[in-house]
């Protein structure tokens, strides 16, 4: 298998547009598709990429491609018709965050056609797409991943092979669940600063430097004091990825008690209108 220089690319949403661009400044040879014409055509014209009508004519003769999409159905339907198209031998790489159940059968379907298959995916919201510092956590056979590496290195800092199929995608929910539960936790913390009349700033600074510190507080701690829920990563995907985790703890005899209360809260959130907002606006249900 050989190095891999053509890349489609198929999502251009908040993570996969600057992760598309630092591959395309890298030097890698992208064809990009995604939903929305005009955004596919905004991008190209931005960075000196191809634009292509479907996931297939992106796939075109590509020795890889990456997806970064909502969630499996969205994944199989990039996958499967590019699979027709890519280059004997290329390498699918789904940076989205899917159920490992589904990761798996995906990589199993892929396999029929002759296409490798490696889950990755990422960590780290908008700013660290932007400038190349996510964190990438793989699941797939070595040689894979080693392949992969390249690509890889453009787009993140800390890149962990944490094991087989299946594995990068039950490590992502689990984190992602322990930033859900931090961020509820936090927003109970904003309600009683506010009711109490504590000096939002203050509390942020002592917190910060306690045993409450995280990179959630240091992200989310200000917004939800202003209320302001601009999108970094979006209330709707951190309810799905807490959803996908709490079906794969079942399913190993695991109860997760307090994913299970996240859950209500961030579904209320979004059952109020909130689901498009970022996932600080949890703050919203705790209220």
């Known amino acids: 298998m050989g190095r891999i220089e053509r890349v489609a690319f198929c999502g251009l949403g908040i993570m996969g547009a600057p992760m598309a661009a630092n591959l395309a400044r890298a030097g890698f040879e992208l064809s990009v598709w995604t939903r929305t014409t005009e ?42 018709p590019a699979a027709d198209t890519l280059r004997d031998g290329a390498l699918a790489i789904d940076m989205s965050t899917i159920a490992p159940t589904a990761a798996r059968a995906i990589g199993e379907r892929l396999g029929e056609d002759g296409i490798e298959f490696l889950e990755a995916p990422v960590s780290g919201s908008r700013p660290r797409a932007e400038d190349g510092t996510l964190t990438i956590m793989a699941g797939g056979e070595p040689a894979a991943f080693e392949r992969a590496l390249p690509l890889f290195e453009v787009m993140g800092e800390r890149i962990v092979h944490v094991g087989p199929r299946g594995h990068g995608q039950l490590a992502k929910l689990l984190t992602n669940t322990m930033g859900a539960v931090n961020a509820a936790a936090l927003a109970e913390s904003v309600v009683v600063v506010r009711t109490a009349g504590l000096d939002p700033q203050a509390f942020l600074e002592v917190a910060g430097a306690s045993a409450g510190g995280s990179t959630v507080l240091a992200l989310k701690g200000g917004p939800m004091f202003e209320r302001s829920f601009e999108p970094l990563f979006k209330l709707e995907h951190m309810l799905k990825d807490l959803r996908h985790c709490l079906d794969e703890a079942r399913a190993l005899g695991v ?25 600080a606006a949890v703050l919203t249900a705790v209220e």
Do not use: C, N, S, W
Not at 55 to 70: F, N, S
Not at 262 to 276: F, N, S, T, W
């Open 255 to 279: 109860e997760l008690r307090l994913g299970g209360l996240a859950e209500g809260l961030y579904a209320r959130a979004a059952e109020e209108g909130h689901g498009q907002e970022d996932f």
């Open 39 to 80: 955004k596919t055509e905004r991008f190209a014209a931005e960075h000196g990429a191809r634009t292509a009508a479907t996931p297939a004519e992106a796939a075109e003769g590509a020795e890889g491609i990456v997806t970064m999409l909502p969630d499996a159905p969205e994944v199989e339907g990039v996958l499967f």
